[in-house]
């Protein structure tokens, strides 16, 4: 079992960057592919980025291609999100989450472990 906490969610204005960053607890961090996710006030979870064990591969939503960039530290235990060119609509809380799956996926139920959620604000 693996435990997410995120970090680094905050209030920027349109057109800044924020760098969210997800430690996981456990010693078997590069088991898990792992992926960002993000929710909207009255909308459902949507995908945001993924990237494989050794971060060799890399997946993004078209809303965000270009503008985001998922890595990870596995000496660290940790994955992170850079957010740049943000825009009123990137606005949402941003989860964390990890798979054992055997490639990445977008979906959520693709997913084993989540964290708590750090909350994103763009102002306009």
């Known amino acids: 079992q693996v435990q997410l906490v995120e970090s680094g969610g905050g209030l920027v204005q349109a057109g800044g960057s924020l760098r969210l960053s997800c430690a996981a607890s456990g010693r078997t961090f590069n088991n898990y592919n792992m992926g960002w996710f993000r929710q909207a006030p009255g909308k459902g979870r949507e995908f945001v980025a993924a990237i494989d064990r050794r971060g060799f591969t890399a997946q993004y939503a078209d809303s965000v291609k270009g503008r985001f960039t998922i890595s990870r530290d596995n000496a660290k235990n940790t994955v992170y999100l850079q957010m740049d060119s943000l825009e009123p609509e990137d606005t949402a809380e941003y989860y964390c989450?990890?798979?054992?799956?055997?490639?990445?996926?977008?979906?959520?139920?693709?997913?084993?472990?989540w964290g708590q959620g750090t909350q994103v604000t763009v102002s306009s």
């Open positions: 989450a990890a798979s054992v799956g055997m490639s990445i996926t977008t979906m959520p139920r693709g997913y084993n472990y």
